[in-house]
């Protein structure tokens, strides 16, 4: 079974900083799919970003970035000039060996300070 | 913007009894996912649903659940005879394809007294 874990579970930066959030899994899959959803105070869960195993690109969407290393088994997000409305729960997502479900990790609480 | 929605946002139930999340997807989704996140812990899947029958399901996924698709555009979630544990907020998701994004509902919060 795969696992995910993130081992933050809280940071806090002050606004405008960049900010990188963890997370590392476990899988003997070689195709899966990784996500980041951030999970503001009204818990709805929102896509950050997503990124494909077998692209060595790390993706990128306007402030959010992944830094993906297949070999480590480590999906990290980079959130550049931090805005108050990033405070949220972040999960670390994984998709994978078939299975339809996602796995979660159990999150990080990132605070933004003003 | 297509959004996956959620009814009711929260629910209050009384233990023992039965109670039907419900959901409609993105209209041309065609998988959908039942996901369950106790207060303070992480999401969990609880089962997938493609072709009008169960995908796959999670150890939580028991007899006491069930799910249905009753017509083109609802699908439910059913908890029979509610615990306290059940206490927790239960999102849906669609996706077109799968292994594709998976979009969440903003959930439904189910308090069991």
């Known amino acids: 079974a795969q696992t995910v874990t993130q081992s933050q579970p809280e940071m806090s930066v002050q606004e405008a900083e960049t900010v990188t959030l963890s997370c590392t899994y476990d899988?003997?899959?070689?195709?899966?799919?990784l996500f980041w959803y951030k999970q503001p105070p009204s818990r709805q869960m929102i896509l950050v970003i997503r990124?494909?195993?077998?692209?060595?690109q790390n993706a990128t969407e306007n402030r959010f970035s992944v830094n993906f290393q297949k070999a480590a088994k480590s999906f990290s997000l980079k959130i550049s000039d931090s805005q108050l409305g990033d405070t949220a729960m972040y999960f670390c997502?994984?998709?994978?060996?078939?299975?339809?479900?996602?796995?979660f990790g159990k999150g990080t609480h990132l605070i933004i300070q003003p | 913007e297509p959004e996956v929605t959620q009814t009711p946002s929260h629910q209050v139930t009384q233990m023992g009894q039965e109670v039907i999340l419900r959901c409609v997807p993105i209209?041309?989704?065609?998988?959908f996912y039942w996901y369950r996140q106790i207060l303070g812990q992480k999401v969990e899947f609880l089962v997938s649903?493609?072709?009008?029958?169960?995908?796959?399901k999670s150890e939580i996924f028991d007899d006491q659940f069930s799910v249905e698709r009753p017509d083109g555009s609802n699908f439910t979630l059913k908890i029979r005879s509610t615990k306290l544990e059940d206490s927790a907020m239960y999102f849906c998701?669609?996706?077109?394809?799968?292994?594709?994004?998976?979009?969440f509902g903003a959930g439904t919060r189910l308090s069991v007294l």
């Open positions: 209209s041309n989704h065609l998988y």
């Open positions: 899988t003997s899959e070689n195709n899966y799919y």
């Open positions: 998701a669609s996706t077109r394809h799968h292994s594709s994004i998976q979009y």
């Open positions: 649903f493609y072709n009008n029958e169960i995908s796959e």
């Open positions: 990124q494909e195993a077998y692209k060595q």
């Open positions: 997502a994984f998709l994978g060996g078939g299975a339809d479900g996602l796995t």
